[in-house]
């Protein structure tokens, strides 16, 4: 009896961590001063070749306002070219460029991106981590019908599934199109799987694919493939 009434505690314990692992929500909880860094990989093909390039993003909450948005800080690090196997030199590259876009509380920008690279095209990549603000269990599907408040040309549709939620992690895919600049003839796709912790919302791996990216600086997209995994401190 004695053994059982020991081990009662820790099976209560247990149940109430499961009941708490079959739903997820995105709120990024912002703090100023508190962000995420991510190391960030993109492969495509381009007429010169095939390119790979890597970099390090980090974000850092300037200011909270009191809706739960956030003026989020942006800058690129350590980004490296390759073309065909080959290093490439590209200007600017090292200068950790930095952008400051309003963010809502799952960390959709609330204004279109400008130039995370300052002329470098990468500024479809603010689309790559696409969430809903809600409470989402395993299984569930939920519609993605985002507007830009300060664009409303600027939109975001689809859908996000939770594949399924297991040790502490949230497997999260999404499929939605994004029309990312009024002149953009047809929206860009986008498939992304991601693995988010459940504790604390952060996304700790993402894998897909870009189609249909619009033209950069007059070279044309056909796909890129994208990685990213999150930099614990």
Known sequence: MRSLLKLMPLALFTCAYAATQDSITFDQNWKVGGGDTQRIGMAMTLPVG?????????????????????????????????????????????????????????GMPLERPQSAGRGMGLEFIAFACVVVDKKMKAGEVATIDYASSAEPKVRIKGVTTIESIA???????????????PADEKPMQVAMTHWIRVSDSKFMKSEGTFTDVPSQQGIAISAVQYTMELIEK
């Open 50 to 106: 095939d390119v790979v390039v890597t970099m390090v993003s980090t974000q850092k909450a300037l200011k909270v306002h009191e809706n739960g948005d956030a003026d989020v800080e942006t800058s690129l690090a350590d980004m490296v070219v390759l073309l065909n196997g080959n290093k490439m030199d590209v200007p600017g590259a090292g200068s950790s460029p930095r952008t400051v876009t309003r963010m809502n509380r799952v």
């Open 167 to 181: 040790d502490g992690t949230a497997k999260v895919v999404g499929r939605y199109q994004v029309w990312a600049d």
